[in-house]
């Protein structure tokens, strides 16, 4: 039934999408955080296109639908999970989760500014409390004094201005939905997304800083990970 979907919808992002963070940290290890992620998006994005294909939906989709898609990956792939991959790379991965959480606060402000109708004070107070208490564990998490204090707090920031661009792209597609099937919808989110990242990791020497021999294990598995669990299961939940 649908209400056992959107259960189970809710359980994959809970519990998926929250340790794809982990994930990121094992995959950089060893790859390019750009190159990983446009990777990763790339092969995950493809299996969906060409499931949806299979399925008889049209390749070919109107121009308008790939500007939305263009927008919408730009914005949670590029800028939102890029950044948070790049950023990975001078905090910790606990402390990215803790930093993603101000995204609702950015959609409350979003919404509040498109629509020009007032949050509720119970919304209001939600928002307060959570940032509250990301603002108690951040600060304890800034206090343990990281190698290069320096690009860790420039990693904050990524992260910050990361949650703000997913909060702008959720909004986005929430007005200007892809009008095709979830998978379509996710598969053409994640090409233009990918592609893009593809052009950022060209554009900053990932290429350059790729050793193939010295690819681990560990990393490949994180990455198969993320593009089974965190992008084709838990993005499109």
């Given at each position: 039934?649908?209400?056992?979907?959107?259960?189970?919808?809710?359980?994959?992002?809970?519990?998926?999408?929250?340790?794809?963070?982990?994930?990121?940290?094992?995959?950089?290890?060893?790859?390019?955080?750009?190159?990983?992620?446009?990777?990763?998006?790339?092969?995950?994005?493809?299996i969906?296109?060409?499931?949806?294909?299979?399925?008889?939906?049209?390749?070919?989709?109107?121009?308008?639908?790939?500007?939305?898609?263009?927008?919408?990956?730009?914005?949670?792939?590029?800028?939102?999970?890029?950044?948070?991959?790049?950023?990975e790379?001078?905090?910790?991965?606990?402390?990215?989760?803790?930093?993603?959480?101000?995204?609702?606060?950015?959609?409350?402000?979003?919404?509040?500014?498109?629509?020009?109708?007032?949050?509720?004070?119970?919304?209001?107070?939600?928002?307060l409390?959570?940032?509250?208490?990301?603002?108690?564990?951040?600060?304890?998490?800034?206090?343990g004094?990281?190698?290069?204090?320096?690009?860790?707090?420039?990693?904050?920031?990524?992260?910050?201005?990361?949650?703000?661009?997913?909060?702008?792209?959720?909004?986005?597609?929430?007005?200007?939905?892809?009008?095709?099937?979830?998978?379509?919808?996710?598969?053409?989110?994640?090409?233009?997304?990918?592609?893009?990242?593809?052009?950022?990791?060209?554009?900053?020497?990932?290429?350059?800083r790729?050793?193939?021999?010295?690819v681990?294990?560990?990393?490949?598995?994180?990455?198969?990970?993320?593009?089974?669990?965190g992008?084709?299961?838990?993005?499109?939940?």
């Amino acid at each position: 039934t649908s209400s056992v979907i959107i259960v189970l919808a809710f359980a994959a992002v809970y519990l998926i999408w929250g340790s794809t963070y982990l994930a990121i940290r094992y995959a950089i290890e060893t790859l390019p955080p750009f190159l990983m992620a446009a990777t990763r998006f790339l092969i995950a994005g493809t299996i969906l296109f060409c499931w949806a294909t299979i399925n008889g939906e049209s390749v070919r989709q109107s121009i308008s639908q790939w500007r939305r898609a263009l927008v919408i990956g730009g914005l949670l792939l590029l800028c939102g999970n890029g950044g948070v991959t790049w950023a990975e790379k001078h905090i910790s991965s606990g402390l990215a989760a803790l930093l993603v959480a101000t995204e609702p606060l950015w959609v409350v402000v979003l919404n509040w500014a498109v629509t020009h109708k007032r949050p509720s004070a119970k919304v209001l107070l939600g928002v307060l409390l959570g940032l509250i208490g990301v603002a108690f564990l951040v600060s304890n998490g800034l206090s343990g004094g990281p190698a290069n204090p320096t690009m860790s707090l420039i990693g904050t920031a990524v992260v910050i201005v990361s949650g703000f661009a997913w909060a702008s792209g959720s909004v986005y597609a929430n007005r200007r939905p892809i009008t095709a099937s979830t998978a379509m919808a996710s598969g053409m989110q994640m090409l233009t997304g990918g592609l893009l990242l593809l052009l950022l990791s060209a554009s900053t020497g990932d290429f350059q800083r790729l050793n193939v021999s010295q690819v681990s294990m560990v990393s490949i598995g994180a990455v198969s990970y993320l593009i089974v669990f965190g992008s084709i299961v838990a993005f499109t939940a």
